[in-house]
Each structure stands twice: as structure tokens, then as C-alpha cells.
């Protein structure tokens, strides 16, 4: 067993660990349940864009999207979903043909009943209903601040996973016997007075949710660190495949012809099979640097990151030559930690049950911030009045 003055100082470094995030944390914890629903929190919304009163059937979604670009020669469309529901308008994601022009939008709805436009949006954060999931995810990534939001988010994940292992310790029993006093550790009487009851909820929703907390925390660090630090090292440990990705963007003749979204949807679906991949087409983009289209598959049609996420096949606009085929699942184990952060931290990666974890761990993160402050808030008092007692008696 540890020394009385190794377990204060473990409990100190607990202490403020935890004052130092507690504030960044709540934030994430509470942004973080909440995003757990953003898509279906932003089409209810913003209603009027995401939705028509008519079903439509038989869709041609390439077709539309090649129509309503056709429509529109001031934009060049980069990406859409290949499968809506039966209700749904079709949101375009777009960008200005001329560089450096602007359209006041960056995203387009289309009405696929009769083509008809019914809005655009430009995203960013804001608090009116257009922007306000789009300000919650900021919030949630960066508080809003831009890069050094983000690191200072960072920081705060970093305090948290190191923190974990702290309170995991501290939980150990100070004296033997070691397993029924650590038992208790993971129950909470709901019959004791408040001060305690804080304690216990505080230690064991830290037990139950250890590894799925620290799960979380390492991939909040690796996130907001990500190009500064956590692909540099995990390249330099297992290099990913060259991607079209990295090479520089080259400028292409004016008026060189495209071989379209549907033809480019046809190419894609036919590498995929001759690969064997059963997955459908979920996803099609186009990237006017590179000047390839993307075509992104996903074991159910809708894009989403199962297991380590969609595979995409990109094309050269103008042959149709297949460039490129994103594939995390046989590429490098850098390649797979790498994709694995996102679905991990989102609990997609299991579905639903996945999703419906990080739900309440957000939801936990945030208790565990108050019923923390509140732990040290009344243990605070008690040192202060044990220290001003005998001065008072002595006075």
C-alpha cells in the first residue's frame, strides 16, 4: 500500500487536474450528448430545407444533381448523398466556379420532386435555428476560438485522461483488506447524507465508465492534436499508402470535359465489385483542385462510420481512370488508428449502441464535473475551518 504523504500528493494532482479542466470539460460533455443527435436536430430545425410534403420515387439523384449544376453554371457542386428518404430534399454542397468568387451559400436544397430550389445555407456557427447546430459542434470542438480553442481543448482532454488513471488509483483502499473495501467503491447509498452521495456517484460512475472514458479522452486529444502531433507520429511509425491527397493541387485547362456524376457513379460502383465490395453507393463528390470524383461506399447506402468508417473510389474527372481507392481496412496500421478516431469518439463504430454510449458518457462527464466541484468545494471548507479554529480559540 502507498505511503499517507504518496497518496496526497496523487490526490493533488487529482485535485487540480480537475479544477483546471472541469469548466472545458462540462462543456464538452454536455455539447458532446447533445451532437450525438445533430443531423436529426438540424433537419427538425431547419424543416423547411430538409423536407417537401411529397413522397418521390424512382429518383435519378445524379441525374438531378447534374441538372441543377447544369441550372446553375456559377457553381460547381462537390458533394451529395446517393439514397434519401421519402420525403427528403436533396442537399447539394457547393462551391463558387470562379475562385474566389462568392455565391453567399455552401450549400443548396433541392426540392427532387420537380427540381425546384427551396433554400440555400451558408454553414458557420450562429444562434439562429440555420446555424445553431453547426455553433454547438464548434462549441463542442474549439469553444468557438478557432485553432487555439481547439488546443485549449486539447489540453483539457489531456488533463482528463491523465486524471482518469489518477482517480483510478485513488479509489484503491488505503488499507488492507483490498477487494471488499474496493467493492464498495462501486456502489453508491443512496441513503447517505449529501456530501457523501456526491463522492460515491463521483467514484463509481468513474469505475463503470473507465474504459469507455478514457477511450474517449485519448481520441479528444489525438483529435485536437491531430496535425500537430498525432498523424506526424503515427506516419512516422506506420506510413498510410499515398493518397491524391497529399500531391499539389494542378491546374487543369479551361473547359477540360468531365465525365460526369452519373458516368462517374457507374465507373465507381464497378471497381467496387470487381474488388468485391458489397457495401452501396452512399456518397458522391467532386474535387475541382484535383480534379477527381469521389464515389463512397457504406454497408447500409447512408453516410455514416461504422467500424472504421465508408471506403470511397476516386476517379480522374476526365478519363475515368480509377486514381485511387481509400480504403482503411487494407491499408497500414497507421492509416487504421488514423480512421479509427472519429468513429470511435463518436460511437458510430458500433451503431446505435455505440452512439447511445457516447450519450451518456457526455452525460456522465458532465456530472462528474459537478459532483467533483462539489467534493472539493465542501472538503475545501472543512480545511478552512480547521485552519481558522485555532486561531478563533486563540483569539
Not at 441525374?63 to 436533396?90: C, D, K, M, W, Y
Not at 475562385?99 to 427540381?115: C, E, H, I, Y
Not at 493518397?243 to 452519373?262: C, H, T
Request: with cysteine; proline share 5%; charged share 20%.
Amino acid at each position: 500500500m502507498a505511503t499517507a504523504s504518496t497518496r496526497q500528493f496523487w490526490i493533488k494532482i487529482h485535485r487540480y487536474l480537475g479544477l483546471t479542466a472541469l469548466a472545458f470539460l462540462f462543456i464538452a460533455g454536455v455539447t458532446g450528448s447533445f451532437l450525438c443527435f445533430d443531423k436529426r436536430i438540424d433537419a427538425a430545425l431547419n424543416n423547411d430545407l430538409f423536407y417537401h410534403s411529397e413522397a418521390a420515387a424512382n429518383l435519378d439523384i445524379p441525374a438531378l444533381a447534374a441538372r441543377t449544376q447544369e441550372q446553375h453554371r456559377e457553381l460547381v457542386i462537390t458533394s451529395f448523398p446517393l439514397n434519401l428518404g421519402p420525403s427528403a430534399n436533396l442537399k447539394l454542397d457547393v462551391a463558387p466556379r470562379q475562385p474566389g468568387a462568392s455565391l453567399g451559400f455552401n450549400q443548396l436544397f433541392v426540392d427532387p420532386t420537380d427540381g425546384r430550389i427551396v433554400g440555400t445555407r451558408q454553414t458557420g456557427a450562429g444562434w439562429d435555428r440555420r446555424h445553431f447546430v453547426e455553433a454547438i459542434f464548434q462549441l463542442h470542438q474549439n469553444l468557438l476560438g478557432g485553432k487555439w480553442g481547439r488546443w485549449i481543448m486539447g489540453i483539457a482532454a489531456l488533463g482528463w485522461f491523465i486524471g482518469s488513471f489518477v482517480g483510478l488509483y485513488l479509489t484503491f483502499p488505503a488499507k488492507k483488506p483490498f477487494w471488499p473495501k474496493w467493492k464498495k467503491k462501486w456502489k453508491i447509498d443512496t441513503k447517505a447524507k449529501m456530501r457523501r452521495l456526491m463522492l460515491e456517484i463521483h467514484n463509481s460512475s468513474g469505475l463503470w465508465l473507465l474504459i469507455p472514458a478514457t477511450v474517449l479522452a485519448y481520441t479528444s486529444v489525438a483529435m485536437n492534436f491531430f496535425d500537430e502531433a498525432f498523424v506526424p507520429a503515427v506516419q512516422a511509425v506506420s506510413p498510410a499508402r499515398p493518397s491524391v491527397f497529399d500531391e499539389p493541387a494542378k491546374p487543369r485547362l479551361a473547359g477540360a470535359p468531365q465525365i460526369g456524376f452519373a458516368k462517374a457513379l457507374d465507373l465507381g460502383v464497378t471497381a467496387a465489385r470487381a474488388d468485391g465490395l458489397g457495401w452501396r453507393p452512399a456518397l458522391e463528390r467532386f474535387n475541382g483542385d484535383l480534379h477527381v470524383y469521389g464515389v463512397t461506399f457504406t454497408d447500409n447506402g447512408i453516410e455514416n462510420y461504422h467500424h472504421m468508417g465508408p471506403i470511397t473510389y476516386y476517379l480522374d474527372a476526365t478519363s475515368g481512370r480509377l486514381v485511387e481507392r481509400d480504403d482503411p481496412y487494407t491499408d497500414s496500421f497507421g492509416r487504421k488508428l488514423m480512421r479509427s478516431l472519429y468513429p470511435l469518439h463518436s460511437g458510430e463504430v458500433a451503431g446505435w449502441f455505440g452512439i447511445a454510449i457516447i450519450f451518456l458518457l457526455g452525460l456522465s462527464t458532465a456530472e462528474m464535473c459537478v459532483t467533483g466541484f462539489y467534493t472539493w468545494w465542501k472538503k475545501r471548507e472543512s480545511r478552512i475551518g480547521k485552519r481558522s479554529g485555532p486561531r478563533l480559540r486563540k483569539a
